[in-house]
């Protein structure tokens, strides 16, 4: 796996992005969710990565464990995930053991991608010690810059076709000139490297 690759997985995800909850000793925990994780196995791997659950077991805690394994580009990554049932507060009764192990199926999901670097940043100690408000900025927040809209990530799509790449290959030449992959684009950067490849198809054509 190469550098390139490492640092897209783990590169940081929008703060939008990232959820927030009470975890013990009073800290806040910070995570994204599993669609998060899986949008960026996707964008990193262009959806040929795979996941399987090992085994599972009801623990007498009234837990659910499983043992995920999460294979990408020859590599594979195995972690645990729990959790556990809800229950009926007018009967007692665990509500749903499928949605817990669907849970548990996802936390094993999001620890095995950690093992790549997605998200890894988030569970650091010195991440999780952030104070909860930010302190007084002094002057103008910067500026954020806004993410590729849908219809230039088509156009990148749309234009790479024209010269002959698949997806894979769009994906690779998009991280290799801008060190991202085109629905992690701002929309700046996603207008220039549409003029490139137009300029690109442009010069096909006029030699053909």
């Known amino acids: 796996m190469d550098e390139k690759l490492r640092t897209a997985l783990s590169a940081p995800f929008p703060e939008d992005a990232v959820k927030r909850r009470r975890g013990s000793f009073g800290k806040d925990i910070h995570?994204?969710?599993?669609?998060?994780v899986v949008a960026r196995l996707n964008d990193c791997f262009a959806a040929e990565w795979s996941f399987c659950i090992e085994e599972h077991n009801e623990l007498v805690t009234g837990e659910v464990l499983v043992r995920g394994k999460l294979t990408a580009l020859g590599v594979t990554k195995e972690a645990f995930g729990k959790s556990?049932?809800?229950?009926?507060?007018?009967?007692?009764?665990?509500?749903?053991?499928?949605?817990?192990?669907?849970?548990?199926?996802?936390?094993?999901?999001k620890k095995c991608a950690t093992l790549l670097g997605v998200a890894a940043y988030?569970?650091?100690?010195?991440?999780?010690?952030q104070p909860t408000e930010q302190?007084?900025?002094?002057?103008?927040?910067?500026?954020?810059?806004?993410?590729?809209?849908?219809?230039?990530?088509?156009?990148?799509?749309?234009?790479?076709?024209?010269?002959?790449?698949?997806?894979?290959?769009?994906?690779?030449?998009?991280?290799?000139?801008?060190?991202?992959?085109?629905?992690?684009?701002?929309?700046?950067?996603?207008?220039?490297?549409?003029?490139?490849?137009?300029?690109?198809?442009?010069?096909?054509?006029?030699?053909?």
């Open 31 to 36: 995570y994204v969710d599993g669609q998060a």
């Open 84 to 109: 556990t049932p809800a229950i009926s507060r007018e009967t007692g009764e665990v509500m749903s053991m499928a949605d817990a192990y669907k849970a548990a199926a996802t936390d094993a999901l």
């Open 122 to 129: 988030l569970y650091s100690d010195d991440y999780s010690d």
């Open 135 to 208: 302190p007084q900025r002094l002057g103008p927040r910067p500026a954020t810059p806004q993410r590729a809209s849908a219809k230039q990530v088509s156009a990148i799509w749309a234009i790479g076709r024209k010269l002959g790449l698949d997806a894979n290959s769009i994906r690779q030449r998009c991280l290799g000139d801008h060190g991202a992959f085109p629905e992690q684009l701002d929309k700046q950067t996603a207008s220039a490297f549409i003029q490139v490849l137009g300029s690109e198809v442009d010069a096909q054509q006029g030699a053909a």
